[in-house]
């Protein structure tokens, strides 16, 4: 593989996720050619796309096809019946990249055998419209060649962050992976608090859902830091600061979202294997 011709990819699983990767890479020109194992078939999106062919299982590749890369894109659950297969694929030239919550780079080299080049990552959601935060974690075995086509195929769909400490994936799971659904959750009490203050509930929910991703969208395009903006939406006295009072008391979020991401930190770990 080189930098211009694009990588040859396997992809496991073509939902959600990996059909999102998927598009980024054959936009980007990440990928040269990409065999993809789904029950479902192939995504409307690369209909026609030559570079894509589907195969129906690891026992049904193309002859001769040997991936730079196997991006491991289904569900948690069923990684252990699918795996297995991939064993002979197994190769210091091939890595498995997984995207998949939970599951460790032990548990991969477990299902695989000792000698598999192993990159375990957790994206989460809105890399399904290209704007993830994905944290990725090498096996010993990785080159850094291998790292940086990891690096690139998960930056498809968003920012990347690269660990050595796997035990970090807990505490990162609990911040970006479950993140989405704090933001989510900050939309439905403020519309909640804005119908109790005496909005009209529709009108309340508009207001909260533009705000936040208005706000959000407003982070992305500014240099400057969250507080930095928090503090120039904040005059002295005003209603800005009488409800951040509140917010930042001692008794106000911070210790309900310290508390919020160790109980996904310790649940992650549960989880785990
Ligand atoms: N969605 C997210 O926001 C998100 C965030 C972080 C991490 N992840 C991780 O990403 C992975 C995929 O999640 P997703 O949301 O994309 O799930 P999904 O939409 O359900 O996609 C998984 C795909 O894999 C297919 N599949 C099932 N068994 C297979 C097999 N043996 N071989 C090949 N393909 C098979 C499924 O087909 P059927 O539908 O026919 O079963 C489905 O099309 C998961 O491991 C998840 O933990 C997802």
Do not use: H
Not at 95 to 107: N, Q
Not at 156 to 163: H, Q
Not at 165 to 192: H, I, N, R
Not at 195 to 214: C, F, K, N
């Amino acid at each position: 593989m080189t930098a211009e011709s694009g990588a040859s990819l396997l992809l496991v699983g073509c939902g959600k996720m990996g059909g999102a990767m998927l598009d980024g890479w054959l936009a980007a020109g990440t990928a040269s050619r990409v065999v993809v194992v789904d029950r479902a078939g192939l995504p409307q999106s690369v209909a026609g796309d030559s570079r894509v062919t589907l195969a129906s299982g690891a026992d049904a590749l193309p002859d001769g096809f040997v991936p730079d890369v196997i991006v491991l894109a289904v569900k948690p659950q069923v990684m252990e019946d699918a795996l297995p297969s991939y064993r002979a694929l197994v190769r210091p030239g091939t890595v498995f990249l997984s995207i998949a919550a939970g599951k460790t780079i032990a548990y991969f080299e477990r299902l695989l055998g000792e000698g598999a080049v192993v990159v375990r990552s957790m994206p989460n959601t809105p890399a399904a419209i290209g704007r993830g935060m994905t944290v990725a974690v090498p096996n010993a075995r990785v080159s850094a060649a291998q790292r940086d086509l990891s690096d690139r195929l998960l930056r498809a769909v968003g920012d990347v962050a690269w660990v050595e400490d796997e035990g970090l994936l807990d505490p990162v799971t609990a911040v970006s992976g479950s993140g989405p659904a704090y933001v989510f959750f900050l939309v439905e009490a403020m519309a909640k608090a804005g119908e109790a203050a005496g909005l009209p509930a529709d009108l309340a929910m508009r207001l909260a859902r533009a705000t936040v991703s208005g706000a959000g969208a407003l982070l992305d395009a500014s240099p400057q830091e969250a507080a930095d903006l928090r503090k120039a939406v904040t005059s002295p006295n005003g209603t800005t600061q009488a409800a951040l009072e509140v917010l930042m008391a001692e008794d106000g979020v911070q210790p309900v979202m310290t508390a919020a991401i160790a109980a996904a930190t310790r649940r992650s770990r549960e989880l785990a294997g």
